[in-house]
Each structure stands twice: as C-alpha cells, then as structure tokens.
C-alpha cells in the first residue's frame, strides 16, 4: 500500500451538523466520549498500511489542526505523514474549494510529488470500519480507472445518496446524484447481483454510493485538469468519466453510516451503547480507532447509578441517575442529576474547585451539569454550563428552533446546548 495516497476531504460548511460545527470543522466534531471524526478514516488508512495521508478543509480548521498534529506522528524513520492542507488563494486559484473535486484539483500539483499508483478519496463524516487494502486490490484486480465502494440501501435514505447502475462484471453503467420521484425509482435495480439474499434485494434495491474513491494517478490527474468547471465528484466527474472509463463497484458489507446531521450523529453516538452487540465497536484489538493521548485521570463514579451508557476518561459523576448516554471526557455532573438518551462531549479543562464555588457563590455557572438538575434527549457540546433545577426535556415536543441567543437550538426533536453556552439556575427548555 505504500504506492497509495490517502485524501481525506473536510467537506464544506458542514451546515447539517450546526451548530457543533460553529467553531469547529466537521472532522473535528468529538465522536464516542474521546474521539473526533477525523480519526475513523485516518484509523482506517493507518489499520490498511496507507501512511501518507492528506486532509483537505477550509472551514473553522484551527481545533483540527491541533488535533491531528498532536494525534498522529510517525516514527522519523518512515515516510508516513497526516498533515491537514487548508484552502488557500494563489494567483492560479484565486477562489477557495468550490467542491470535492475542486479541493483535489488544487492540490495536485503537490499530490504529483509523490511515486504513487493510486489515490484513495475518502471522506471526513462517516462512521465505519473498512480495509482499504482489499478496496485497492480489487481496483487493481478488475483493471479499473476509477473504483466506488457502494451499499445497497433501501428507498426511505435513497435519494440523499449518489446512486447507480451495475453490469453483471460489476462495472458501472449508470450514475445519478441524489434523484428524487421518477428519476429515483429508474435508478432501482436487483442488488441480488451484490450478493445479497432475494429479501434483502427486494428491501433494499438501490445501490449507494459511499463517497469513497479509488483512482488511478493519471486518469484522476487528466479528468481534474481537462475539466475545470467540474468541482464535485459525485455529480459531475464520475457521472463524465463513467462513458469513457472502466469504473467499478466495490461491495462495502460491514456497517456504515453517514453521520452528517444532527439527528444520524445523535443515533450512531446512542447507538454506541447498545448490547449485546453495538451497531459499531471501538473494540478491536486488529483494527483500533486511534487518537490524541491525553494522560487524563480515571473517571470517578460517587454513589451514581450508571445503566447502558460510555463514560470517557477523567470524569466527575456524582449521585446521579445515568441511563443510556455518552459523556465525553471531563464530563461533570453534581448531585441529585438525572441525564437520559443524551450525548454530552465534556469539557477542555477542568475548573478548580475554589473556581467552581466562587462562581457559585456569585450567581455564576461552573462547566458541567449542575445539582438537581434533568437533560433528556440532548446534545450538550464543549464546555457548556448548566445550572442549577435545569430541566433540558423538550417539553413542548418542538421538532425545530433556533434559540442560539439563549445557548441552544432544537433540530429533530434534539435539544442542542451549543459549545461553550451558559444555561442559568431554574430554566426549562
């Protein structure tokens, strides 16, 4: 795999995630009580034996570029490198990435430095476990310029996916971004030529793609370059290349999903928790998920009831009632709380003790959750302060609202207290 180089797009504003990507790029959104995205593919690449790896981002990169830089160094002994490339303006780009395709274009020329066969694009928002190794021997294997990984997927989520058309050598003939009525259900096809069971082709008969990419060095250099008006892959360079071209489908058969929304992040983080099997597992001692080392203390649990819930590193939960949640490191709850179906990412620092009661004492909120205090259904982010005989319940059952004034927007139903917000003592939301 060393004549691969792996190119990890940040994707754009990241506008289906606001406002966790307020100040943060979508990357570098925390996931699973430690995690950020970012460290799925770079896991994936690294778990694969692809060791040169670039990220591609132009939004809010400063917390991902402290990341990955603290997170990923190769022994100097090896060629291997992360190194995140933001967007910038040149004399020959005066505009910033104007899509998937066009963040590659604008860097080829740097990408071309390197002795390598083959680019693996892969994207920055997604949740699952794959060998890329086997994605690129099957690349090679069927000679192709230009190689998807795909998933069959039922009617309900097709039409928020790229979808396409298959032969029986696996080759694609046909290529549709996003269609919608009429133009979705022409794209229907029998997947059972996937392998799957006639059951499962006939309740899911769409074929997706995963936003993952393996081309050769030349064709992607000369579609990039004859094509410069071209700026995203999905809806207009595989659908030109797909004429002249031999592209085909790789069968992605393990869990996948595309967590680029407030309400499919919420999901995939609760779903973390479920037993006996999750739908996704942080425990594989072949494939790890790695990320930054942060030499915290171990969490303390006093006189708390904890069920089906991750609790990361460095915590402080006190006589509480804890029910499926996933609380990020440095999460602090005070007593006499009760935190249910609730993803709370932690906190950056901890605030000493004398800090906390002074606050208290002045009418302030200290980081965390404060006593008697109830959270259903919610996303708490990054350093939030919750007060006192809070109640975060969605009470009036509202599906959307934009309340960012008050430290919190509701999107699907999910109350989301934004990074660094104060919610004074005694307020219901």
Known sequence: ????????????????????????????????????????????CINSEILKIYVLTQFNSASLNRHVSRAYNFSGFSDGFVEVLAAQQTKENPDWFQGTADAVRQYIWLFDEWDIDEYI?????HLYRMDYSKFVEHHRKTNA?????????????????GLMKIDDSGRITDFSEKPKGDALRQMAVDTSILGLSPEQAQEKPYIASMGIYVFKKEVLRKLLTENPDQTDFGKEIIPYAAKDHNIQA?????????????????????????????????????????????????TK?????????????GCIIKE???????????????????????????ADLYEP???????????????????????????????????????IINKDRVEEANREDEGFLIRNGIVVVIKNASIADNTII
């Not at 069959?152 to 996916?161: H, L, M, N, S, V």
């Not at 649990?301 to 590193?313: A, F, H, K, N, P």
């Not at 109830?374 to 302060?385: G, H, Q, S, W």
Request: hydrophobic share 40%.
């Open 1 to 44: 795999m060393n004549k691969v180089l792996g190119i990890i797009l940040g994707g754009g504003a990241g506008t289906r995630l606001y406002p966790l990507t307020k100040l943060r790029a979508k990357p570098a959104v925390p996931l699973a009580g430690k995690y950020r995205l970012i460290d799925i593919p770079i896991s994936n």
């Open 121 to 125: 694009i892969l994207s920055g928002d």
């Open 145 to 161: 310029d230009i190689t998807i990984s795909v998933v069959p997927i039922d009617e309900k989520r097709a039409e928020a996916f």
């Open 250 to 298: 790789y069968l992605f058969k393990g869990y996948w999903e595309d967590i680029g929304t407030i309400e499919a992040f919420y999901d995939a983080n609760l779903s973390l928790t479920n037993q006996p099997q999750p739908s996704f597992s942080f425990y594989d001692e072949k494939a790890p998920i790695y990320t930054r080392s942060r030499y915290l203390p171990p």
């Open 301 to 313: 649990l006093l006189d708390s009831q904890v069920t089906q819930s991750i609790i990361g590193e």
């Open 320 to 346: 509480c009632r804890i029910n499926h949640c996933v609380l990020g490191v440095r999460t602090r709850i005070e007593t006499n709380c009760v935190v249910e179906d609730t993803l709370i990412m932690g």
């Open 353 to 391: 003790y004398t800090v906390r009661q002074a606050k208290l004492k002045e009418g302030g909120v200290p980081i965390g959750i404060g006593a008697n205090s109830i959270v259903r259904r919610a996303i708490v982010d990054k350093n939030a302060r919750i007060g006192q005989n809070v109640q």
